[in-house]
């Protein structure tokens, strides 16, 4: 009987991880039907960095996920937010990199004040405030080092007239920043007042420095090794 309730016990310890990877691969495969451009192993580690953000408390709003993809070019969507409680796309849409970062590809990244470079990693959203670009969204940068200087940078989504199908059209690729995620104008409030108040905003690009010693990412060897 012992060994029997032994053998049980170890089978149910090892069921509840594979339901758990089987649960977040049919949700993968769901969400990135729903997001063309995006890749799934892109996706997991967002999916990856936000669980483990929201396992320490530093993520509140777990029901929604918003990933940018930074190695798509600024002509293309790749700003991607999920409701990931009704699996489901709420927005898929343009968004700029900064001055600094490059052109219509961005290729550099940086945490320091004045280089008007995009970063990398995982956010938080905060609140919302009227400036200078209008109604804008404070982010929190939780990777010490790689986007933690974001709030001192005033590194914020908000709305710009250069992103738009005709700023791709004149230039072959969106205006740029001064390092924050700027969003079409006519959709910026929508996604702002969707996404506020605590929820997780993932920036990725293949850095390889970053991928293998984010915090919140480390241990995912199989997942990064794949993603271009």
């Known amino acids: 009987m012992k060994r029997l309730l032994l053998s049980t016990a170890v089978a149910l310890v090892f069921a509840v991880p594979m339901h758990a990877a089987g649960s977040s691969d049919r949700l993968v495969s769901s ?29 509140p709003r777990r029901e929604l996920l918003t990933v940018i993809d930074y190695s798509l070019p600024s002509s293309q969507p790749r700003l991607f937010c999920f409701d990931l409680t009704a699996h489901k796309l709420l927005f898929r849409e343009l968004v700029a990199h900064g001055k600094g970062s490059g052109g219509d590809v961005a290729n550099f990244f940086s945490n320091s004040p004045g280089s008007l470079a995009t970063s990398l990693g995982l956010f938080v959203t905060a609140d919302t405030y009227e400036g200078g670009n209008g109604y804008s969204l404070r982010l929190r940068g939780l990777e010490e080092g790689i986007n933690d200087m974001a709030w001192d940078r005033a590194i914020v989504m908000h709305g710009a ?43 990725y690009y293949p850095d390889k420095s970053w991928l293998s010693t984010s915090a919140f990412l480390q241990k995912v060897a199989g997942a990064v090794a794949s993603v271009r």
Do not use: M
């Open 31 to 59: 969400l990135v039907r729903q997001a063309p451009g995006l890749r799934a192993n892109v996706l997991k580690l967002a999916l990856t960095a936000a669980t483990r953000a929201e396992d320490q408390g530093l993520v």
């Open 161 to 203: 007239s250069y992103v738009s199908q005709e700023a791709v059209k004149a230039l072959g690729r969106l205006g740029r920043s001064w390092g924050c995620p700027a969003v079409r104008p006519e959709i910026s409030q929508k996604i702002i007042d969707t996404i506020r108040g605590g929820s997780p905003v993932f920036a």
